[in-house]
């Protein structure tokens, strides 16, 4: 059992608090990702996929620390973005990706839709991950 706390979120207005340079030179998203995960190996960081660059640093600051990674699909992040950031260690990466999947059809097939574009994502973070291999 363990819980995420957020880091870098994906939403565009994140850089207005997440970015701010603190007197150790460090970004807040930065100090965030490196203070929480000191406390419990059961803690978790969320980092949105539409800012690779960032989750590249959080990975970097902790390789070793699970990741919340919301955005991918509808909100513009992309798989293979996602897992050359952040590595396709097995057991660090939960990948989230709400609109793509809930959004997939509005008809009267939406079910078996939503579940092919859920098989699409796994797939494409399947196949990026191996790829790095």
Known sequence: KG??????????GAAD???LE???GRRLYEEVALTVTQWS????????????????RVRELVPNASLLIPGVGGQG????????AAGGVPGTLVVSASR???????DHDAIANAGRAAELLRDELNSAAAALA
Request: cysteine-free; charged content about 15%.
């Open 3 to 12: 819980f995420y706390l957020l880091a870098r979120t994906s939403n565009p």
């Open 17 to 19: 608090l997440q970015y």
């Open 22 to 24: 603190l007197t150790n």
């Open 41 to 56: 190996s059961r803690i978790g960081l969320v980092v949105g996929a539409t800012a690779p660059a960032e989750l590249r």
């Open 77 to 84: 992040g992309s798989p293979e973005e996602v897992v050359q």
């Open 100 to 106: 793509s999947i809930y959004y997939a059809s509005d």
